[in-house]
């Protein structure tokens, strides 16, 4: 697998456009390439930010979550939040490189990698291209944070190994490989998280990864998401005291 990031020309200011970033950065893309692009640069390309002293952060997280947890439940005063299915810290909602705005997740993070990946597709004649959105996450129980793929088109997200025997013969029960958070994480880490500049970022020599050509559909997307109820976390998950957001996607045990 080779990840090269890609150093924007120059900050890209809020309400630019996405598509015509990609095109002022992105080298010629070739079949079988996946292009990362970081949710903040999407959102600042969508005007999803708030000038900090217009707005408390607390109340936009309560805005933006599905569900959240109050700060003041944190040791570190921070608010863990679900949001699109995912469990996230401060509903995505970060200012760092933000010039004194907060930034929020792109308004439908989905359609945005859709629209991305076909306007590449169409840009450089290509029929197998991928397109992830990241954002960076933390994970119980381990210091640092970590890549993970908000919305993703073009790819299959998950591999699945059930019914598939080991390299002894056993077979596989429960095993699915999640690509899509796999690589956010890899180009992640090599994007960076400071002051890097370098927002988007180019996958390739991947043969693991399953091309779909097209944008996923709404199945498709419910296979990458795990019911509370069904979740391996669950005692911990419908343990905690959330309060409803106004986002409002789906309904807590």
Request: glycine letters at 10%.
């Amino acid at each position: 697998m080779k990840i090269t990031a890609i150093k924007t020309k120059k900050i890209v200011p809020n309400g630019d456009n996405l598509l015509a970033v990609l095109d002022a950065h992105l080298p010629p893309l070739r079949e079988r390439t996946v292009v990362v692009i970081t949710s903040k640069i999407a959102a600042i390309c969508e005007g999803r930010v708030v000038r900090i002293g217009d707005a408390e952060k607390a109340d936009l997280i309560a805005r933006e979550a599905d569900y959240y947890l109050p700060s003041e439940e944190s040791k570190y005063n921070i608010t863990l939040a679900i949001k699109n299915g995912m469990l996230v810290p401060t509903a995505g909602i970060d200012e760092s490189n933000g010039n004194g705005f907060y930034i929020l997740w792109p308004e439908d993070p989905q359609r945005t990698a859709n629209e991305a990946r076909g306007h590449l597709s169409r840009k450089h004649s290509l029929t197998h291209l991928g397109v992830i959105l990241t954002d960076s996450t933390t994970a119980p129980l381990r210091w640092g944070t970590r890549g993970v793929s908000i919305a993703a088109s073009g790819i299959k997200p998950l591999n699945d190994y059930i019914g598939k025997p080991d390299i002894f013969g056993r077979e596989l029960k429960v095993t699915k490989a999640n690509i899509v958070d796999g690589l956010a994480a890899a180009a992640v880490a090599v994007m960076g998280e400071g002051d890097e500049q370098t927002p988007l970022a180019v996958i390739e020599d991947i043969p693991f990864v399953v091309f779909q050509g097209r944008n996923p559909t709404e199945a498709e997307l419910q296979e990458l998401r795990i019911a509370i109820e069904e979740d391996l976390y669950a005692s911990l998950l419908r343990g905690a005291k959330w309060k409803k957001g106004g986002g409002g996607q789906g309904n807590m045990p």
